[in-house]
């Protein structure tokens, strides 16, 4: 089992900045890909940055050029910086880490943090 927790969130004038974390325990070996998803009011929950095994990262079309994620693999914690916020990227952010134990994938989830962008 996995553990996550996300931290960070609160609100925040558009321009302005945020760095989230996620604060990962348990037992956290044979990770596939780690990422940051986001999931407003109304809408279906979408990727916002991920990271794989292999070090690729892929960002949303939406948040390139202001946003970057990162991992501290010795604390553990998963980092979303987040820069030039705008109204639109007001949701609930959440944590996945996926596992690969043995050939099938697990998705493990944190309970998500708020971001409202708003002046």
């Known amino acids: 089992q996995v553990q996550l927790v996300e931290s960070g969130g609160g609100l925040v004038q558009p321009g302005g900045s945020l760095r989230l974390s996620c604060a990962a325990s348990g037992d956290i070996k044979n990770v596939f890909a780690m990422g940051w998803y986001r999931q407003a009011p109304g809408h279906q929950r979408t990727l916002v940055a991920a990271?794989?095994?292999?070090?690729?990262?892929n960002y949303a079309d939406s948040v390139k050029g202001r946003f970057i994620i990162s991992n501290d693999t010795g604390t553990n914690t998963l980092v979303l910086q987040m820069d030039s916020l705008k109204p639109e990227d007001t949701a609930v952010y959440f944590c996945s880490y996926v596992l690969e134990i043995r050939g099938p994938r697990y998705d493990f989830w944190g309970p998500g943090t708020q971001v409202t962008v708003s002046s």
């Open positions: 990271i794989t095994k292999s070090g690729r990262v």
